[in-house]
């Protein structure tokens, strides 16, 4: 992925952030993103109560009605060289599971940020409306490669996603 990334929290805005992972900053970084996946799933409500039983019926299907979204992940996948130390992007990481996923009043959605560089429709500054919560984060040990932590962080948008698409920008 090209360009600097950042996974932040308990700020509204990468910039100003002091807890933060920078990501594919070359070449003093040491976390590097490798894929991202994004997810949304749409939930349907399901007629329990089949079509009818005649014979004309039978050919119909259960209607389907759509509830709207029922969730949106953003899963990071990547690595991070030299993971050890209290600063250093795999503890943060650590930290940022065993922590709190949100902070009432400031940040009641979601504490997390994201911004991918190359790939802005993902990004999202938290606030009082919406936020990410860090929800699945899986530590990798990759082959005999020493001092290289891979990881895979799934980020669950939570809140307020906007009334339509013009609204759909989250920064």
Do not use: H
Not at 66 to 87: A, C, H, L, M, R
Request: hydrophobic share 35%; aromatic share 12%; glycine share 12%.
């Amino acid at each position: 992925m090209a360009g600097n990334s950042f996974i932040w929290r308990d700020n509204a805005s990468r910039s100003a952030a002091s807890d933060k992972i920078e990501f594919n900053n070359f070449p003093s970084g040491n976390a590097y993103i490798n894929n991202v996946q994004a997810e949304i799933v749409s939930a349907f409500g399901e007629n329990p109560i089949p079509k009818g039983t005649g014979s004309a019926d039978s050919a119909q299907m259960d209607e389907l009605q759509d509830t709207g979204p029922q969730k949106f992940e953003v899963v990071v996948g990547g690595f991070i060289t030299n993971p050890q130390g209290s600063q250093a992007s795999g503890n943060k990481l650590k930290t940022w599971m065993l922590d709190d996923k949100f902070k009432t009043g400031t940040f009641p959605f979601g504490r997390f940020g994201l911004e991918l560089q190359d790939n802005p429709i993902y990004n999202l500054n938290p606030g009082t409306t919406r936020g990410y919560m860090m929800v699945r984060c899986v530590f990798l040990r990759e082959g005999e490669t020493k001092g290289k932590l891979g990881f895979v962080a799934t980020l669950r948008f939570n809140g307020n996603k906007g009334s339509n698409s013009n609204s759909y920008s989250w920064q």
